[in-house]
Nanobody, 124 residues
Framework: QVQLVESGGGLVQAGGSLRLSCAAS????????IGWFRQAPGKEREFVAG????????HYADSVKGRFTISGDNAKNTVYLQMNSLKPEDTAVYYC?????????????????WGQGTQVTVSS
């Protein structure tokens, strides 16, 4: 069993930055792929970024490419999402998720574990 806890959300002005954290307990991330998803009011949950923990491969949604960076800290068993040049349309609840295996997928149903989410609000 894996427990995921997100933190780092908040209110920021457009153009600003935030760093989200996803801390895992119960198992190390070593054999998992980790994804960040987000869900805005009235919209479906969408893939943002993913990392293959052991291989170090990353993948980004086109909407965040060049602005967001996903990374991991083995010692802390934590995955980060550095978000720069934030836009109002980035406003959403952000979730981290873990799936067994090393393949990053953008399909939310293919993730086995989810955190509770953290709110990110970007004001214009």
């Amino acid at each position: 069993q894996v427990q995921l806890v997100e933190s780092g959300g908040g209110l920021v002005q457009a153009g600003g930055s935030l760093r989200l954290s996803c801390a895992a307990s119960g198992r190390t991330f070593i054999s998992y792929a980790i994804g960040w998803f987000r869900q805005a009011p009235g919209k479906e949950r969408e893939f943002v970024a993913g990392i293959s923990w052991s291989g170090g491969n990353t993948h980004y949604a086109d909407s965040v490419k060049g602005r967001f960076t996903i990374s991991g800290d083995n010692a802390k068993n934590t995955v980060y999402l550095q978000m720069n040049s934030l836009k109002p349309e980035d406003t959403a609840v952000y979730y981290c998720a873990a799936r067994r295996g090393l393949v990053i997928t953008i399909t939310r149903n293919e993730y086995d574990y989810w955190g509770q989410g953290t709110q990110v609000t970007v004001s214009s």
